[in-house]
């Protein structure tokens, strides 16, 4: 460090910004602390004392830089108007502003930023400055005119519905309102018709448009000439816009260890800097350099500067810098001058998991990969290419151990595949980078030559997704880490560390193997500490998810089965499923649910069951009896035949988990004579674990309400009651309550949703009785664990 200062002025100022969040400077410190290191530099050059001094005036001055960062982090907080921040949904909202950003166009929808200065809504009026991420979801040829019309720097007026983003509602949940910010969005823009959208002033910005309009241009020469896999592809490696490759590709990705490849960064820099260099190669090095910068710049601009392309960008132009002016470059140095200028512009670009796996990535090859190159040379391999190949498994290993803790805590996955799938990627995705700017180029001169390229690298993509698909399948492909923590991240980079530095002072191979097993076994010890799993051993945990406007609610039995009962809306933008439900199972460590119960064939109770089976995570389904004059009951029932689950009808019986009872009280043959509708048909579940109850009741309304009296008087009286209906006026009779008699109550139902649920009527009889009402619209999700004798509302977050 001491020929390479930078290091350690990034170091400090990443430091102040860390601290932020602890402790804040301000700036009279700042300038105290300045004039005082200055007079001290003055007295010392006068004195000649100054290497006597000189560590007290390093450590003041890391001192004053760790203070700058600090500051930095402050003033680069956004902040958002109180009025909008208090706002959820709103309806029929009026917001002017300036287009800032137009992203490229997409099957379902578009998106754009609009810096706004005036929100209207009822006899609300909020003048202040503000950005909202609009989305026009309206018919392919209406979008179609949009992006065709519209550019950055147009000021419109705009109606739609103003949603604020979902904070994290779920264990495991992704808290999408604190990203929107940390973006400086204030909320969400609805938009169903493009009429809503009103140009004022068509003055456009040159730059932003520019840069709109080659990426719109580049976009549609690929969709041309590629097939739709190929161009979704190409799109996320050259434009930085990995929307369109769905989700379950993304996943396979991911399981094989290679999802890197799709956030561009170094790797795709270096294809790019190579192609260019390759394409002037007779050119002097001054002028080739110049244009690879060039070429860089362009490149980075297109993909709208994300960091790890920024990181990428300026690392190499340092590099080329250096070279051509005969400077020795250090990658730890590159790394801190491009960490601190992407900090100095955003200091809150530290906490990007695009910044930190980038980052942690380079730095990790930077200390990693020389001690694996030295072990590989004095292997003496007389053979180029195993040599090659070994070299290569160091950079990919120094990699991944180098983001390990940052994949295992976004993704909840570590792949054990990645060095061998990587190995045939990486180079995979290097030729169809390089033959699709061929294809690029050449087109407007040569299309059928161009077309022939594109044919080519069709093929080779179709191959390389088959491999991706094939290996991510793999049963050993991964493993499921759930809840790591930023604790663990620390051990882990503190064992590191620690072996890094022993590493160089080891002479003998038994000595390396005695230390590696060291370093892994305490890592797996001192990770351990602070597990506590959400959903205790040896008790029952009932979770009622927040699932907006519908019903999930998973159970844990003392003797560790899973039952799900219902899963959510699954809708044309949003699948409660796939987005909410999985991503908890995987947090929970659930691998499979052993039991589904669709409490009725409504889409927000059985919806989000069909992404869940598709992934294989429900063992058995138990639902009503087929209904033949409901299109979606035998959908349903040919869907699940098709996935091979087994499926249960209701009926009288009860299920055994050890101590654990669950009763079905509803069952077919007494809806067939009371002639029930689908909501009062559903099935009804009693849970009884020790002395404590729970009545599970879908949508039922007081027609079954009444039924079930009838049937069962007190064996309804229950300690949790979860509301029919999601509290809906139809449901929780007078009389239906008395006789369950509840202490706590359960409410599912979506934040100010347009039903009016639960209903003021329901909430004021359950408070004349002293229930305590719990409610996901204002909770998020509720935890119960039950001992057999008590009944406790746990804090998840």
Known sequence: MKDYPIIKIALAFICGILLQPFITVNILTVIIVASILIVALIIANNLKVFNRIQIVISLVSLLLIVMIGNISAQYSQNHFNEKLSNLYKEKNVIVSGNIEKIELIREKEILFLLNSDKLMFNDIVVEDEFTLLCKLRDSVLASNEFYDTMKPGFRVAVIGTYIKGKNRRNPGGFDYDRYLKSIGITGILNVDDYKDIVIIDEDSNFFKNAIFQSRKYIDEQIRKLHSTETASLLRGLLLADRKEIDKETKTQFINSGVVHVLAVSGLHVGFIALIIILLFGRFNIYFRSLLTIIGLIAFMLLTGVPPSVFRATVMAVVIIVAFLTNRTTNIFNSLAIAALIILTVNPYE??????????????????????????????????????????????????????????????????????????????????????????????????????????????????????????????????????????????????????????????????????????????????????????????????????GQGDAILIKTPDNKTILIDAGLAAFYFDYGESVILPLLDHLGIDKVDYGFVSHI????????????????????????????????????????????????????????????????????????????????????????????????????????????????????????????????????????????????????????????????????????????????????????????????????
């Open 350 to 547: 530290i906490y990007s998991p695009g910044f930190q796996l980038s980052f942690s990535a380079v730095l990790a090859i930077g200390a990693i990969y020389p001690h694996i190159s030295t072990a590989v040379n004095k292997l003496h391999i007389k053979s180029k290419i195993i040599k090659y190949v070994l070299l290569f498994f160091g950079v990919s290993l120094s990699a991944q151990l180098g983001t390990l803790p940052f994949t295992v805590f976004y993704f909840g996955k570590l792949s054990v595949i990645a060095l061998l799938s990587n190995l045939i990627v990486i180079p995979a995705i290097g030729v169809i980078i390089a033959l699709a700017v061929t294809t690029l180029l050449i087109n407007s001169l040569l299309p059928v030559v161009a077309s022939f390229y594109a044919v080519t690298n069709d093929t080779i993509t179709s191959l390389l997704l088959s491999f991706i698909n094939y290996t991510g399948e793999l049963s050993y492909s991964h493993i499921k880490i759930p809840a790591y923590s930023v604790y663990d991240a620390v051990i882990f980079y503190l064992f590191l560390i620690f072996f890094l530095q022993i590493l160089r002072k080891l002479k003998y191979k038994v000595a390396y193997a005695l230390v590696l097993i060291f370093t892994v076994a305490n890592v797996l010890v001192f990770s351990s500490l602070d597990d506590e799993p959400l959903l205790p051993d040896n008790e029952l945990s009932v979770l009622m998810i927040d699932v």
């Open 602 to 797: 409504d889409s927000d109770h059985y919806g989000g069951f069909v992404s869940l089976i598709q992934n294989d995570r429900i063992e058995e389904i138990y639902k009503p009896a087929p209904d033949t004059a409901s299109k979606k009951d035998v959908r349903f029932e040919k869907f699940l035949t098709g996935e091979g689950v087994k499926i249960n009808y209701y009926d009288s019986q009860v299920l055994i988990f050890n101590n654990c009872r669950l009763y079905f009280l509803s069952n077919k043959e007494s809806n067939k004579v009371y002639n029930l509708s689908s909501n009062d048909s559903g099935g009804i579940l009693k849970l009884v674990y020790g002395n404590r109850s729970f009545l599970f009741t879908g949508d039922a309304e007081s027609r079954v309400e009444n039924i079930l009296v009838d049937d069962y008087r007190i064996f309804l009286d229950v300690d949790v009651l979860k509301l029919g209906h999601h509290g809906s006026k139809t449901s929780t009779s007078p009389k239906f309550l008395y006789f369950t008699s509840p202490d706590i109550a359960l409410v599912s139902a979506g934040i100010k949703n347009k039903f009016g649920h639960p209903h003021s009527s329901v909430i004021k009889r359950l408070s004349e009785k002293d229930v305590n009402i719990l409610r996901t619209d204002e909770s998020g999700a509720i935890l119960l664990t039950c001992d057999g004798e008590n009944i406790v509302v746990e804090k998840w977050r």
